[in-house]
């Protein structure tokens, strides 16, 4: 079998990640795994699973791929540890802000309000230092366009959170038919995931006018826009026309 060519539709929980130091290795291989996952982060994030090898995120941390291999495997092995790093730090990040938010509203929740709540640490993460969320995201964007394995490694990694924000939504518009729901959180998900590519594109569209940089603009608009398409769809007598 050919360990760099696995697709992830093959795999069915995450790879486990080796920590400690093996003999003979060197001084600092307690922060490689970290190490190899920034870089391969960058590299899935610009190429895609498949374009990837396990000699070239090697090659990039200046180590033996033999050293990939002792850590995470396989390729595959790889690839789930880069996606699971920042998921558990995001996911519990949105569930904590979406909680937040639902104790201080009380009864007077709203619907900008609880897609706000579920983009905040997206937003917050999106606007750090570190070049590896932004990589991160570009990473998720990619993988949610993807029609071979894409649904099943969204599924796996974020279906919690989004029924969280589901489940408040349904408290702002408890008449909301739950398709409705879904096909409205499904466009919520195309409209963040295209942003958060940072493609450029609306930058050559608007002449300059927007830039697909610009975390705030993006976000200060995307919840209204999101909000008022749940309740055009959602509402009692709105719906489909």
Known sequence: MDLLR??????????????????????????????????AEALFARHGFHAVTIREVARRAGVDSALVHY???????????????????????????MEDYARAAGESLTVEGCIGAFLEPIRRRSLDADPGW???FRLVALVNST???????????????????????????????DANLFWCYHFLSGALTLSLAENGRIDRLSGGSCVSTDVDAIYHRMVPYAAAGFRRICEPGAGPS
């Open 6 to 39: 696995i697709d992830p539709m093959q795999r069915s929980k995450p790879a486990r990640v080796k920590r400690g130091r093996p003999t003979g290795k060197p001084k600092d291989s307690m922060e490689m795994p970290e190490r190899l996952l920034d870089h």
């Open 71 to 97: 850590y995470f495997e396989t390729k595959q092995g790889l690839f789930d540890a880069v996606f699971t790093r920042r998921a558990d730090v995001l996911n519990a990040e949105r569930m904590r802000s």
């Open 134 to 136: 932004k990589s991160y």
């Open 147 to 177: 029609y071979q394995w894409g649904g099943e490694m969204m599924t796996r990694y974020f279906d919690p959170v989004i029924r969280k924000l589901l489940d408040l939504l349904r408290r702002c518009m408890p008449h909301a038919d």
